[in-house]
């Protein structure tokens, strides 16, 4: 995408979602955005009482015969103050796929070209109004799913991730500007740096910051992704009403009937902010037909994927081969047990807590009569955060990306320590430090690659 993109072009695209709407929103940025919209805007005041970041109503009309289209209002926004940093019209119509397709088409006969998907948060990247971390955060922010993912997005887009990597790397370009110094006066290293204090920075502040940066992306798959839970078990046992509890609604169907649920059944729900995806499965048991072959099959796939193992016993019956059977899919680590239908007197299994579990841990609810369904949530929340997540208001969670450039920083790092610690000559170390420092670059996008921009914004949607 980048490629062919010529910022002295003017773009145009709907930047509201296809649909039935109140309003709908045509966009279009680049230097002759003032000029098309006056071909195409009849309005009551003279051009040259038009104020920028102000409002005015009036009509779109298409120049080729004159016909008024839609009442409209526009918003003139003059650069550099504006999102892409160019000059920018906004074009309030009525919605509708068929009135915005018209609109589009007229601005693009006119001068403006259809924009690329992410062109108008490209140009503003282009234009250093975002570094690269904060355009990524403005897709976080389109797709944030709960109000904490929305929260780590604002604080990417608030530039909390750029001053931090701009902190380290300002520290990086004074080392190697020392060293640089040092490879011309060879005869002053000794004044002018030591290797010991340098390697003593790198480890003790530089790679410390970068780690705990690092540390924190575990959060952006818990808060972001969300944590993907299964909830298995044999059948009949109850699997079906955990998931209608835990998510307030009837969402699959509850039977008598041993083998009722044979699809995987979806909800998301919210702990704490943090989006889980409940899958009821078909409940485990010796297939008896094709289809609950299939079903069974889908579940043990889910459950080598799942993030968060809910198993379902049923303790007004014996322990059985099948309990036993799924027990056995089940690591502890991401498992929690739910002991149901605690509302009935147990079984002889279950006099006393069986000793197979021993080590897993487990809650006893009853999801006909709802006791237990606190204790559930809670012992769900214990595991998922597992005391570990401590976020903050301003907490900063890199993505994948930054994660790996990060790592790729550090490993340079690490080896410039070992060279310093060799005793090798400046150049090496400086060649290293170098290298972190272009790893660190990419982060902000500095030296960002073609392949890497095209990645980022062309998974944006077009008018955005
Ligand atoms: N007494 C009692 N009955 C329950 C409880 N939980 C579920 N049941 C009943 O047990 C039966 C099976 O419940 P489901 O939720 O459909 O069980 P399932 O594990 O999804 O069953 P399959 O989809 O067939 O594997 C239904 O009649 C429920 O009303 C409980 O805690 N106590
Ligand atoms: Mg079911």
Redesign the pocket.
């Given at each position: 995408m980048t490629s062919n993109i010529k910022s002295e072009d003017t773009i145009a695209a709907i930047s509201t979602p296809m649909g039935r709407g109140g309003i709908g929103i045509v966009r279009m940025s680049g230097p002759l955005a003032f000029r098309i919209i006056k071909t195409v805007f009849r309005h009551k005041k003279p051009p040259s009482s038009i104020r920028s970041h102000h409002l005015y109503l009036g009509e779109f009309i298409d120049p080729s015969n004159g016909k008024m289209i839609d009442e409209i209002l526009v918003s003139y926004m003059k650069a550099p103050n504006t999102y892409t940093r160019e000059d920018m019209v906004e074009i309030n119509s009525h919605s509708g796929h068929l009135i915005l397709s018209k609109i589009l088409e007229i601005l693009l006969k006119n001068g403006a070209r259809l924009a690329n998907p992410g062109e108008f948060t490209y140009r503003a990247f282009i234009n250093e109004r975002l570094d690269l971390t904060q355009a990524e955060a403005v897709l976080d922010i389109i797709n944030a799913k709960s109000e904490k993912a929305l929260q780590l997005a604002s604080n990417l887009i608030k530039g909390g991730l750029k001053e931090r990597v701009e902190k380290i790397r300002k520290r990086l370009i004074d080392m190697i500007s020392h060293l640089e110094v040092a490879i011309d006066f060879p005869e002053e290293v000794e004044e002018i740096l030591s290797y010991a204090d340098m390697a003593k920075e790198i480890k003790d502040e530089i790679i410390k910051s970068i780690d705990r940066i690092v540390d924190s992306h575990i959060n952006r798959k818990i808060y972001m992704d969300g944590v993907n839970t299964v909830i298995v078990?044999k059948?009949?046992?109850?699997?079906?009403?955990i998931l209608n509890r835990l998510s307030n609604e009837e969402r699959?169907i509850?039977?008598?009937?041993?083998?009722?649920?044979r699809d995987i059944i979806e909800s998301i729900i919210h702990i704490e902010g943090i989006p889980l995806k409940l899958m009821?499965t078909?409940?485990f048991r010796k297939a008896k037909d094709e289809v609950e072959k299939i079903g069974l099959k889908l579940t043990n796939e889910r459950l080598s994927r799942a993030d968060l193992i809910l198993l379902?016993l049923d303790q007004s019956r014996k322990l059985e081969k099948d309990d036993t059977e799924i027990l056995k899919r089940c690591p502890m680590e991401k498992t929690l047990v739910i002991i149901?239908?605690?509302?009935?007197p147990p079984s002889d299994s279950f006099t006393t807590l069986p000793s197979i579990l021993k080590g897993y841990r487990a809650v006893r609810?009853?999801?006909?009569t709802g006791d237990g369904i606190d204790r559930l949530l809670s012992s769900i929340k214990d595991i998922i955060l597992r005391g570990e997540i401590d976020m903050d208001e301003s907490d900063i969670v890199p993505n994948l990306r930054h994660k790996s450039a990060l790592l790729r920083a550090r490993d340079y790092l690490i080896s410039g320590i070992s060279d310093m610690e060799d005793s090798l000559p400046l150049e090496i170390i400086a060649d290293d430090l170098r290298s972190a420092l272009d790893a660190l670059s990419e982060i902000t996008g500095e030296n960002a690659t073609e392949e890497i921009l095209d990645n980022i914004f062309g998974s944006f949607c077009i008018g955005k």
């Amino acid at each position: 995408m980048t490629s062919n993109i010529k910022s002295e072009d003017t773009i145009a695209a709907i930047s509201t979602p296809m649909g039935r709407g109140g309003i709908g929103i045509v966009r279009m940025s680049g230097p002759l955005a003032f000029r098309i919209i006056k071909t195409v805007f009849r309005h009551k005041k003279p051009p040259s009482s038009i104020r920028s970041h102000h409002l005015y109503l009036g009509e779109f009309i298409d120049p080729s015969n004159g016909k008024m289209i839609d009442e409209i209002l526009v918003s003139y926004m003059k650069a550099p103050n504006t999102y892409t940093r160019e000059d920018m019209v906004e074009i309030n119509s009525h919605s509708g796929h068929l009135i915005l397709s018209k609109i589009l088409e007229i601005l693009l006969k006119n001068g403006a070209r259809l924009a690329n998907p992410g062109e108008f948060t490209y140009r503003a990247f282009i234009n250093e109004r975002l570094d690269l971390t904060q355009a990524e955060a403005v897709l976080d922010i389109i797709n944030a799913k709960s109000e904490k993912a929305l929260q780590l997005a604002s604080n990417l887009i608030k530039g909390g991730l750029k001053e931090r990597v701009e902190k380290i790397r300002k520290r990086l370009i004074d080392m190697i500007s020392h060293l640089e110094v040092a490879i011309d006066f060879p005869e002053e290293v000794e004044e002018i740096l030591s290797y010991a204090d340098m390697a003593k920075e790198i480890k003790d502040e530089i790679i410390k910051s970068i780690d705990r940066i690092v540390d924190s992306h575990i959060n952006r798959k818990i808060y972001m992704d969300g944590v993907n839970t299964v909830i298995v078990g044999k059948v009949n046992v109850g699997k079906s009403s955990i998931l209608n509890r835990l998510s307030n609604e009837e969402r699959a169907i509850v039977t008598p009937v041993p083998g009722t649920t044979r699809d995987i059944i979806e909800s998301i729900i919210h702990i704490e902010g943090i989006p889980l995806k409940l899958m009821d499965t078909a409940g485990f048991r010796k297939a008896k037909d094709e289809v609950e072959k299939i079903g069974l099959k889908l579940t043990n796939e889910r459950l080598s994927r799942a993030d968060l193992i809910l198993l379902v016993l049923d303790q007004s019956r014996k322990l059985e081969k099948d309990d036993t059977e799924i027990l056995k899919r089940c690591p502890m680590e991401k498992t929690l047990v739910i002991i149901n239908k605690t509302d009935l007197p147990p079984s002889d299994s279950f006099t006393t807590l069986p000793s197979i579990l021993k080590g897993y841990r487990a809650v006893r609810t009853s999801a006909l009569t709802g006791d237990g369904i606190d204790r559930l949530l809670s012992s769900i929340k214990d595991i998922i955060l597992r005391g570990e997540i401590d976020m903050d208001e301003s907490d900063i969670v890199p993505n994948l990306r930054h994660k790996s450039a990060l790592l790729r920083a550090r490993d340079y790092l690490i080896s410039g320590i070992s060279d310093m610690e060799d005793s090798l000559p400046l150049e090496i170390i400086a060649d290293d430090l170098r290298s972190a420092l272009d790893a660190l670059s990419e982060i902000t996008g500095e030296n960002a690659t073609e392949e890497i921009l095209d990645n980022i914004f062309g998974s944006f949607c077009i008018g955005k």
